[in-house]
């Protein structure tokens, strides 16, 4: 065989990402704040941009350079009003560290999804209020426990360490002559709980308040895991009490306040700026009408040469051009952004309008894909979009992302179901448990089976647990030991 080497003309096609088409990627994947933070450094950057003030209406951009346009139309947020609650759950405050089987022992709520409030407040106004500042309730119960100043200033120093939920840090290290210190203040600080190092010293202070801290309560503490999986079983050979003994503790754990610093803010509440906001209009198609949110939308102007310089050389020349190009660029991209946004969200509207109408169990199955071919996208393009994106609607402000979900087909051919409304049924069907009439995977998918939901037992089971739901043999047995109670 004979090695040589030669040239040859060749002609193909490929697809080359430019840095302006990266950029457009970028800038389509950013929600408000990253937004923002970006475009502050390409103004930064470039003495020709400058960055609108929310509040300032952009001017018209001098004859030698292309306006600012603002874009969409949007419509006011004032008004609206959070007169129903959002479908999927949210996930514990910022810094939380009670395990996720600690959460569904407790029956914890999560965090605010976009319910209604008891007073008819909207959700906007809810995330403002302005709740007392943990640190000055903790400052004053240490005021109140310790006289001397000295011991003051000591658990002053520990204010530095609590978390949302009112805990110190558990691995702080403590001097032992500290500890009786620690142990006053968390046996009269109120409310109870504050100032624990963990869930179970949380939950033990309360109990010894109520003294009812005994050594069985004590090992049910010690193994709060086995009680969230109800191992009951294991349970009753460590303490050697029986079931119905165990419910009785369960349900008094469960009247306990695991998170003790809730009720105080730690750090002004961070709102959510909604990308678009949804309105009802009965002569709109569909009856809703989807407009921008200007506030969610900053805006560029480009400001003229001529105040640049008065003489420039060649390279000043230079330099302006590729700021000018750049500028140019970098507006067409944020309209194009913002074009694609609302395109996005008025399909996800038209598809989902019964849901803003009527709630969850209305929610209808829609994927990416179903939305890229509808509106002439790719799916990632979609997948972007949608990320971090929110809809102010008059069900709450929602992500984009929580409208999607997946198909369950229908056993008689009809419509078929999205996952989100056939787990609401689920939950519906196990509250509605009657005594001795406890419903089993197998009679869930029959049920679901009656109603035209096609769904197999093992996929009961996963959307049952992924509600925390107990099995049907926890809750026959809890069932039966509530009744012997009784």
Not at 98 to 104: E, L, W
Not at 130 to 159: G, K, N, T, Y
Not at 405 to 428: M, N, Q, W
């Amino acid at each position: 065989m004979n090695l040589s080497i030669n040239l040859q003309v060749r002609q193909s096609q490929s697809l080359t990402m430019t840095p302006q088409l990266l950029q457009s990627i970028r800038l389509l994947q950013f929600h408000h704040v990253e937004l923002l933070a970006f475009l502050q450094g390409e103004a930064d950057g470039n003495p020709l941009l400058e960055l609108v003030p929310p509040a300032e209406p952009a001017a018209p951009a001098p004859a030698e350079a292309p306006s600012a346009a603002p874009v969409g139309d949007p419509a006011p947020l004032s008004g609206w009003q959070d007169d129903g609650a959002a479908f999927s759950d949210g996930t514990g405050p910022e810094g939380e560290r009670h395990p996720d089987a600690a959460d569904r022992l407790l029956d914890l709520p999560r965090a605010a999804s976009a319910g209604p409030a008891p007073d008819g407040a909207s959700w906007e106004e809810r995330l403002g209020e302005d709740l007392p500042s943990l640190h000055a309730h903790a400052l004053s119960e240490i005021a109140e426990v310790f006289a001397r100043a000295d011991e003051r200033r000591l658990a002053e120093v520990w204010l530095a360490d609590l978390d949302a939920s009112g805990f110190l840090f558990p691995d702080l290290d403590l001097p032992d002559e500290v500890l009786p210190l620690l142990r006053r203040l968390q046996d009269e600080a109120e409310p109870a709980g504050l100032f624990a190092r963990s869930l179970e010293e949380c939950l033990s202070i309360q109990l010894r308040r109520r003294d009812r801290l005994d050594p069985v309560m004590a090992c049910v503490l010690a193994n709060l895991p086995l009680l969230a999986r109800r191992d009951f079983a294991a349970l009753s050979r460590l303490t050697g009490e029986s079931e119905g003994d165990l419910l009785e503790i369960l349900a008094e754990i469960r009247s306990l306040d695991p998170r003790p610093g809730s009720a105080f803010s730690l750090a002004p509440p961070a709102a959510v700026v909604p990308d678009a906001v949804v309105t009802q209009d009965k002569g709109a198609p569909g009856g809703w009408t989807v407009a921008l949110n200007p506030d969610a939308f900053p805006r560029l102007r480009i400001r003229a040469e001529s105040g640049l310089a008065s003489a420039r050389g060649g390279e000043e020349r230079a330099f302006l051009a590729q700021c000018r190009q750049s500028a140019g660029w970098l507006q067409r991209s944020l309209e194009g952004r913002a074009r694609t946004i609302l395109k996005v969200a008025d399909e996800i509207v038209r598809r989902q309008g019964a849901f803003l109408r009527h709630g969850g169990g209305h929610l209808k199955p829609m994927t990416l894909m179903d939305v890229a071919e509808a509106v002439g996208m790719h799916e990632s393009t979609i997948s972007r979009v949608t990320a971090g994106k929110y809809l102010a609607t008059p069900r709450g402000t929602m992500e984009m992302k929580a409208f999607f979900s997946g198909a369950i087909a229908a056993s008689d051919g009809g419509e078929a179901h999205s996952a989100e409304s056939v787990k609401l049924r689920i939950r519906t069907l196990v509250a509605a448990e009657a005594a001795g009439g406890v419903l089993s995977d197998d009679d869930i998918a029959a049920r679901l089976g009656g109603e035209g939901i096609e769904l197999a037992r093992r996929t009961v089971a996963k959307y049952r647990e992924a509600l925390g739901i107990p099995s049907s043999v926890q809750r026959r047995r809890e069932m039966k030991a509530r009744r012997l109670a009784g």
